[in-house]
């Protein structure tokens, strides 16, 4: 499943010439949705520390030998990383309502990558982290692969949202799906109307 930004569409109007002044008044050109790239290796990530808030267009590089996931979670105001983390290493239920999840890329084979579109609209302390075991049944974010990161300032009006191929709807406990997606490339919107967490993967049968 490949999530893929939309180019900026600017809208040119053409007209006769006139001799009066003009009246109009200039328009903002949407900015581009800020784009950054975070690498799975065995066993951490290579990521920024710091995001701007608002719309961010995420690909994920496995470049490590097993395969890699990538999920994103805000603390919860008055939610320390260290009390966090030891909630979720001692697999204390508690550590579910310490955050918010903000979705991210399902597990990807080594060598490839995934791209998604989030919307990081709130500032704060953020953690990144894989959820993925090997043989050991070990998740990956005990070996490592867990990352704070902060998102700063306020979302820009600037940017738009991309335009999308369709909408994946996911709710307790079922899909709603477009009615065809097409091939190659495509954008598709998923939004959580469930209250527990929920993911979407997409696989092509033999």
Do not use: W
């Not at 983390?85 to 080594?110: E, H, Q, R």
Request: net charge negative.
């Amino acid at each position: 499943l490949v999530f893929s930004a939309i180019a900026t569409l600017v809208i040119a109007a053409c007209g006769s010439q006139s001799s009066a002044p003009s009246t109009s008044t200039p328009t903002s050109t949407p900015q581009a949705i800020p784009a950054i790239t975070i690498k799975a290796v065995d066993y951490s990530f290579q990521q920024p520390k710091s995001i701007p808030a608002g719309l961010v267009d995420i690909t994920m590089t496995n470049d490590g030998k097993m395969n890699h996931s990538l999920q994103i979670f805000r603390l919860n105001d008055g939610v320390s990383y260290d009390q966090f983390f030891t909630a979720l290493k001692n697999n204390d239920p508690k550590f579910v309502g310490m955050l918010k999840a903000y979705g991210g890329a399902n597990s990807i084979l080594p060598g490839q990558s995934q791209e998604v579109i989030l919307n990081l609209q709130q500032p704060g302390q953020y953690v990144s982290l894989c959820f993925d075991s090997d043989a050991d049944n070990v998740p990956h974010f005990m070996k490592g692969m867990i990352t704070q990161f902060t998102v700063t300032g306020s979302p820009s009006n600037q940017v738009q949202s991309p335009k999308d191929n369709g909408e994946i709807v996911l709710r307790d406990f079922s899909f709603q799906l477009p009615a065809s997606i097409p091939s190659g490339p495509v954008t598709l919107k998923v939004t959580n109307q469930g209250p527990q967490i929920h993911e979407a993967d997409i696989v092509r049968l033999t």
